[in-house]
């Protein structure tokens, strides 16, 4: 019984230290993929912005590849460090940029817009007139009672 107590107790103790030590040597490290986000993907961003004039940080066809660049290098990194994508560092990192370039930019041109009344009008129009021309054949049809059955 104390033998078995013993393998038991050696079996437990193995499993603890392999979920101590199994994390950090595979799977993603948090802190190590935070500062290779900063130190090469937004360090990038932070340079392409500075390179661009300042008045055209609201305009969406002249940052888009800058943007498009940081989401591609983080997706990038997350896939060579096992790290899943996207997540909370990131979610962070895009958070902070939009607060530091961004947060002035107005949402016209971004908002949704009624499409053209020439689109508009016949999706508004035909159904008004089916369900019009449908209640002109149930009252007609009402009134003919004469061999409906």
């Not at 392999?18 to 340079?47: E, H, M, T």
């Not at 940052?63 to 790290?83: K, W």
């Amino acid at each position: 019984m104390a033998l078995e107590s013993a393998s038991l107790l050696k079996a437990g103790l193995v499993l603890l230290m392999a979920a101590q030590v199994l994390p950090s040597v595979s799977g993603c490290s948090r802190g190590v993929y935070g500062r290779v986000i900063n130190d090469l993907c937004l360090a990038k961003f932070k340079f392409d912005m500075g390179g661009l004039d300042q008045g055209l940080w609201c305009s969406w066809p002249d940052t888009m590849e800058i943007y498009e660049g940081l989401t591609n290098c983080t997706y990038q990194v997350a896939l060579r460090m096992d790290c899943f994508w996207p997540n909370q560092i990131v979610d962070r990192v895009f958070m902070h940029i939009h607060r530091a370039y961004f947060h002035d930019c107005a949402l016209t041109g971004r908002l949704l817009h009624d499409p053209p009344i020439s689109v508009l009008a016949p999706f508004i129009t035909v159904p008004v007139l089916v369900t019009l021309l449908m209640t002109a054949v149930v009252v007609w049809r009402s009134k003919r009672t004469e061999g409906v059955l």
